[in-house]
């Protein structure tokens, strides 16, 4: 090989080894930015606040309860107070409970099977009839008698309760219309008749509502609606101030309500709110379901950066296999120059 041909060689090969280590440089640079994106993955996966199951002991509390007679008090609240009565008692606790207590309410009863008929007799005043059971006009009935136990007298409370509990209904109108203003008329519109579950039913004979006697009589179809007062059970909240007892744990061990010279004992049960628990479960299940999708999110996103690095490797090994090569044959090269300078000076030295 000659001079010329060997130095075109050299630089040839010398340009190749410039672009083999420029390539690499850059593959160097992809391979730290796969790093930076890698570690960035990481961080943010241990930033991550991992979902923690909820606990039943985060949902139960001590519940207090105490026995009035055969019925159970259920103590909802316990708050400090500082009340002093009248008598000079000191209450250290405002209770809130609920109890079971009965009340007389009126009630509306829907019959919407009424079969509802008036007979007109050859002799005397026709009258309705609801099924087989015979109507009487609240006018009719002897109002002399007001004791409680008497017939007006036990109408009378029936109808006052209704008036209050269904105000808006004929019979409250026409019963307050003869209550406040005098109006005996009105109660030509109010008939009754006892069920058969000894209950005195009130229903009005006609109306601006289609569930009247009138109403029903034209039209079998429409439901009746009759009213009748009666003694209801419900538990109710009650409020009161008390006199609370503890022992040494602190736990509440007698009360004394308010009124009263009573001392119930007091019984301590563990309570969980079930449907609370249910309710932190699900919430627990939906944000595990999220971290666990972020989780297999992040580790595809590392899964591909690695082998995108793992790419980027093997092509830098290749290049610096590529590059040893390179640099051997430009040694070769090198020598031949230099033995082609050397001798043709010692040519001209001869």
Avoid at 84 to 108: F, M
Wanted: charged share 20%.
């Amino acid at each position: 090989m000659g001079l010329a041909a060997s130095q075109a060689r050299w630089i040839s090969l010398a340009a190749r080894k410039s672009n083999v280590e420029y390539e690499g440089q850059q593959i160097n640079q992809a391979r730290t930015a796969l790093a930076n994106q890698s570690s960035q993955l990481w961080n943010e996966l241990y930033a991550m606040e991992v979902p923690t199951a909820p606990s039943t002991s985060d949902f139960t509390t001590v519940q207090y309860t105490f026995q009035n007679g055969d019925t159970k008090q259920v103590i909802e609240d316990i708050q400090s107070a500082d009340y002093t009565d009248a008598d000079g008692l000191h209450y250290n606790s405002y209770i809130t409970y609920t109890s079971k207590v009965s009340e007389y309410t009126g009630i509306r009863n829907t019959n919407t099977n009424p079969q509802v008929q008036y007979v007109t007799p050859t002799e005397g005043d026709g009258y309705y009839l609801v099924g087989t059971k015979k109507l009487t006009c609240l006018n009719t009935i002897d109002r002399t008698d007001t004791s409680k136990d008497g017939s007006w007298g036990t109408y009378s409370a029936a109808l006052d309760q209704i008036a209050q509990d269904w105000p808006n209904t004929q019979i409250a109108k026409d019963w307050l219309n003869y209550k406040n203003n005098g109006d005996e008329s009105a109660l030509d519109n109010i008939y009754l008749w006892t069920d058969n579950n000894s209950k005195v039913n009130f229903v009005s004979r006609t109306g601006t509502t289609d569930d009247t006697l009138e109403a029903c009589l034209q039209d079998p179809a429409q439901a009746l609606h009759s009213y009748y007062a009666d003694y209801q059970s419900s538990n109710k909240e009650l409020s009161k101030y008390g006199i609370i007892e503890y022992d040494s744990s602190g736990r509440a061990t007698s009360l004394q309500l308010e009124g009263s010279s009573v001392t119930y004992a007091l019984e301590a049960s563990s309570v969980t709110d079930e449907n609370a628990y249910n309710d932190a479960m699900n919430q627990y299940n939906y944000e595990q379901q999220l971290y666990e999708k972020e989780v297999q999110d992040i580790n595809a996103k590392t899964e591909q950066l690695q082998t995108e690095d793992r790419t980027l490797e093997l092509r830098l090994k290749a290049l610096d296999t590529e590059q040893n090569a390179l640099q051997t044959e430009m040694d070769s090269v090198h020598k031949i120059i230099s033995k082609n300078i050397e001798s043709t000076f010692k040519t001209f030295e001869s």
